[in-house]
């Protein structure tokens, strides 16, 4: 997207690892923002919207990319884990998508939302099944 022009903001939990793409990026030429939000924590998700959109005035494409995952069989996931991969696979997701789309693409009457799915979903299985 950077080549063809788009200003990008990137957000993640850990800041140090969001510099080093904004650096590598910056040095293509990109002009890049970067916000630190940790999805799985709702309260973060609305002042990481308002932030692009008051850097940039308008969010034209969301990329959805954040995820969580367990290494375990699903059958030996704990519900904490459970919880984890939904909090930030799922619903955090859905709520970027929805401060964007409120604020941004639904107002300026333009958007589109990229949602991206693990390589996991290709494998038809959960692990192995005892019987």
């Not at 630190?36 to 002042?47: C, G, H, M, N, V």
Request: charged content about 20%; hydrophobic content about 45%.
């Amino acid at each position: 997207y950077g080549e063809m022009g788009a200003k990008l903001a990137l957000t993640a939990r850990k800041t140090d690892e969001l510099e080093s793409a904004r650096k590598e990026l910056a040095g293509k030429g990109y002009e890049v923002v970067i916000h630190p939000s940790d999805l799985s924590k709702p309260e973060t998700i609305a002042p990481m919207v308002d932030a692009v959109i008051a850097h940039f005035g308008r969010i034209d494409i969301l990329i959805n990319n954040a995820g969580a995952t367990w290494g375990a069989p699903a059958e030996e996931y704990s519900l904490d884990a459970w919880n984890k991969v939904l909090n930030t696979n799922l619903t955090g997701a859905f709520l970027v998508s929805q401060q964007v789309g409120a604020k941004s693409m639904i107002p300026n009457k333009s958007g589109a939302i990229i949602n991206v799915a693990s390589i996991a979903g290709f494998r038809g299985q959960m692990g192995p099944m005892q019987t």
